[in-house]
């Protein structure tokens, strides 16, 4: 069976009631195999008094402050949110799900965030209170890593930088999962998928965090494939040419990136960018190889 793997596409790894979003600080990755498993300051209002909550469609409109209500539990959350909104600019529909996982990384796992209640500034713009419930904290118990073959457990169980005792923090986790599919990248595993399970202990206020490894098949590189027009005659046929004695060797994402960034000349910081925006995969699951196919510059990939 053929598959076409689209670099570029986010992934949520999902377990009963868990998500974590993996955000890419790498290379992007997806897989064609889904995922098996899941302070306060004065509030914006209106020019009567009172709160109003904006029936604009969301996506047009910019949130331009936050005010928190509650959460106390988190002293530095509003200072974190206002540091946030100064580095980027969210729309309505962003803004609860940025200030509870904010929470959650700091252990607060069953937080209530209230819908967004707006007070407008101009037809775009609307300052924005959440009311916060941050609820329990939780800290960890320990983590268990089961069905790995190809990397020892005990490598993996160093990617995340939580002990036992350690306030839960799922940002952490999700950043171990993102170390966690590079490495098993780095060996030919590209349908990797890393599924946990969270289990509360309520008394205790801890938790144990199960991953269970699905690690796939490990795949060889098949040949590349170049899509666009180069950037002058004879270049390439000298891609191509070079891809060769890649040919049959296991697929390694760092030997993609190192080819990359020598055959356009790029520095390191934009190769990421790059195999982001210009790689894609074409999967032989039965022979467990994976050609590329490369998009030229001049190739909008979108």
Do not use: C
């Amino acid at each position: 069976m053929l598959s076409v793997v689209a670099f570029g596409l986010a992934w949520t790894i999902l377990s009963g009631d868990l998500a974590f979003p993996l955000q890419d600080t790498g290379p992007p990755v997806s897989s064609p195999t889904a995922a098996a498993s899941k302070q306060n300051m004065v509030p914006p209002q209106s020019s009567s008094g009172h709160h109003i909550k904006s029936n604009s469609d969301p996506a047009e409109i910019t949130v331009r402050s936050v005010y928190l209500e509650g959460g106390s539990e988190l002293p530095d959350a509003q200072a974190l949110v206002t540091k946030g909104l100064r580095a980027h600019t969210y729309f309505l529909v962003e803004v609860s799900e940025f200030v509870r996982q904010l929470f959650s990384d700091d252990g607060y796992l069953h937080v209530e965030v209230s819908d967004p209640i707006t007070a407008p500034i101009d037809s775009r713009t609307v300052d924005v209170t959440l009311r916060i419930k941050a609820g329990p904290q939780y800290r960890l118990n320990e983590i268990q890593i089961s069905g790995a073959k190809a990397i020892a457990v005990t490598e993996l169980r160093g990617l995340f930088p939580l002990q036992g005792g350690d306030i839960y923090n799922r940002g952490k986790i999700r950043k171990a999962f993102e170390a966690m599919r590079r490495r098993y990248e780095t060996k030919g595993y590209i349908n990797f998928v890393p599924i946990p399970d969270e289990e509360f202990d309520e008394t205790g206020r801890t938790i144990l965090l199960k991953v269970k490894i699905q690690e796939g098949k490990a795949f060889r590189f098949g040949p590349l494939k170049l899509s666009g027009v180069e950037a002058a005659p004879g270049v390439g046929h000298k891609i191509l040419a070079d891809w060769k004695p890649y040919l049959g060797q296991g697929f390694n994402i760092e030997l993609v990136e190192q080819f990359i960034e020598e055959h356009f000349r790029l520095p390191r910081a934009k190769v990421a960018e790059f195999y982001w925006r210009h790689v894609r995969l074409e999967l032989n699951e039965r022979e467990g190889i994976a050609a590329i196919l490369l998009l030229l510059p001049n190739h909008d990939p979108e």
